[in-house]
Nanobody, 113 residues
Framework: VQLQASGGGLVQAGGSLKLSCVAS?????MAWYRQSPGKQRALVAA???????HYADSVKGRFTISRDNAKNTVYLQMNSLKPEDTAVYSC???????????WGQGTQVTVSS
């Protein structure tokens, strides 16, 4: 499975961005991670094939993860962005019955103060 992420960019604090990650095949759990310089990669949000979601405490109430199973696509709507949200965001997925974890390339999100 190949994952293609897009939607990053430069935005002012308080602004919004929407990230997309398209998978080349059907997937089970999809997630967004982020990594900023000097920090470890961290889970931002995840969603199951049934629509159950999980969010990091730091983004609850501001970010929304969703998916379109027909398009094998997961979205991350990011509102009320803060400078500390600046990071490279990567999507990740697994497939039913497959122990491998697939990663997409990162997309840079920069929030200016």
């Amino acid at each position: 499975v190949q994952l293609q992420a897009s939607g990053g960019g430069l935005v002012q604090a308080g602004g919004s961005l929407k990230l997309s990650c398209v998978a080349s095949g059907s997937i089970n759990i999809m997630a967004w991670y982020r990594q900023s310089p000097g920090k470890q990669r961290a889970l931002v949000a995840a969603i199951t094939s049934g629509g159950d979601t999980h969010y990091a405490d730091s983004v609850k109430g501001r970010f929304t993860i969703s998916r379109d199973n027909a398009k094998n696509t997961v979205y991350l709507q990011m509102n009320s962005l803060k400078p500390e949200d600046t990071a490279v965001y990567s999507c990740n997925a697994n497939r039913e019955g497959d122990l491998r974890v697939y990663w997409g390339q990162g997309t840079q999100v920069t929030v200016s103060s």
